[in-house]
Structures are given as C-alpha cells and as structure tokens.
C-alpha cells in the first residue's frame, strides 16, 4: 500500500500532469499538500481525483510533514514535487526494492543519467556535489543527490523522525537515515526542467537560503 505526497505551492499548470502520470491503480491515495498557493493548485489537484490538505506554514519540509499526518498506515511513503520536473510513472521503480524487502529508503537519483543532470541548474548540481560530498566526509556513506523523488518504508519514516520545516528536509531525512542504519538504495532517475520557475534555485535568495540551510543542517546532525 502506496501513500503518495506531493508538496505544492502555486502548481496550477503542473498538478494534474503530475496525479495523471502516476500509476493510480498501484497507489493508495494522493495527497496534495497546498502550501499556501495563491492560484488554483487546489482546485485542479482535487478535480483530478487527489486528497488536498492544507498547510499554511510557508515551507517545503513542513508541507512533506503535514502530507506524513494525513496518510491512512500504508507500507510505503513516496514523496514527489509537484512542478512535473520529475517523471512520476517511475515509481514502480522506486518502490520496487522496497516491496522486495531489499531497501528501506530509496532515493531517485538525478545525477546518473547525463540528461537528467543536464536539466538541473548549475547552482543545483553544484549544491548537490557539495552537500554530498559533506555527508560522505562526516556521515561515511555516499549518496550522489539530494533529490525529491523518493521512497520510504512508513514504519522507517517514523522511526527516523524527520523534523525540518524547510530547506534541510531533505539532507535530514537521507543523513538520519545513515545513523539508524535503515538500507539504502539509490536508483537513477529521469528529469527534465520543471514548468514555471522553481521557488528555491530559480532566485538568487532562494538559492543562498537553501545552501545555507542544507550546510548548517549536515553540521547540526554532525554534532548530535
């Protein structure tokens, strides 16, 4: 049983193509978590069939924790952005070692196929070299992204305790899951440039408060 979350914000030209391009008869339910749009995110994520909660605190971890709330006790967590930047007909392939019980946290790599990484920002792709460079210096495991695109055994979501409100979501959830010790796989992903403008690389500050965010976050958890 596959709970799907899928964290927007002002997504209105992209929501339906991503609850479309999944493969509906292998999920559970859809969650859309609106964090806070100000256009017809809501109404287009609904009239396509998916489950809208609303979280008005602006930021992407806490719009993934208001999404981890609502789901009905499923096996599996699969989160994926709701901007159509990544293909979300790839799920079975993420859930997959889940399912055969060879991983617990799968992550969709965006960095292997060279088209994929291509799509990428520079400031992305140089923020992900880096941010991974740190967890396999400190934390002694290596990842080759940060990537939104992934999947995780409930029980191991719980387990781990994710807490970041915004930018360190994702480097949280992946460096915790290397000190519990949860299985890991990585899986290479499609993607392709994202429609409309991304809220956090697309912008000079953005792009500065999410690097800040995800060094300070590898530093913290180096600490505790």
């Known amino acids: ?35 806070g749009s100000t256009d017809k995110t809501a109404y287009i994520a609904k009239k396509h069939g998916a489950r ?12 993934c924790l208001k999404g981890i709330s609502e789901v009905n006790d499923p096996e599996i967590v699969v989160f994926v952005d709701g901007d159509f930047s990544d293909f979300p007909e790839e799920i079975e392939n993420l859930v997959k070692p889940i399912i055969e019980n060879r991983a617990d946290f799968v992550l969709g790599s965006r960095m292997i196929y060279p088209e994929s990484r291509a799509a990428l920002l520079p400031q992305a792709r140089y923020g992900n070299l880096l941010a991974v460079f740190l967890i396999r210096f400190f934390f002694r495991h290596q990842f080759t ?31 915790k899951a290397v000190k519990h010790g949860l299985r890991i796989m990585e899986i290479p992903v499609h993607y392709r440039k994202r429609i409309g403008v ?24 180096l600490l505790t």
């Not at 596959?2 to 999920?27: H, T």
């Not at 909660?53 to 971890?61: H, I, L, T």
């Open 1 to 35: 049983m596959i709970s799907v979350i899928i964290p927007a914000f002002n997504e209105e030209r992209s929501i339906g193509l991503v609850i479309k391009s999944l493969p509906q008869n292998k999920i559970k339910e859809i969650i859309v978590v609106n964090n």
């Open 52 to 63: 809208v909660v609303d979280e008005a605190y602006r930021g992407y971890g806490a719009a």
């Open 145 to 175: 992204d940060l990537g939104p695109f992934r999947a995780i055994r409930y029980k191991s979501l719980e387990e781990i305790h994710v807490v970041d409100k915004n930018f360190g979501w994702t480097v949280e959830m992946q460096i």
């Open 198 to 221: 991304s809220k956090i690389t697309g912008t000079i500050s953005g792009t500065f408060k999410a690097g800040t965010k995800i060094i300070f976050t590898i530093f913290k958890y």
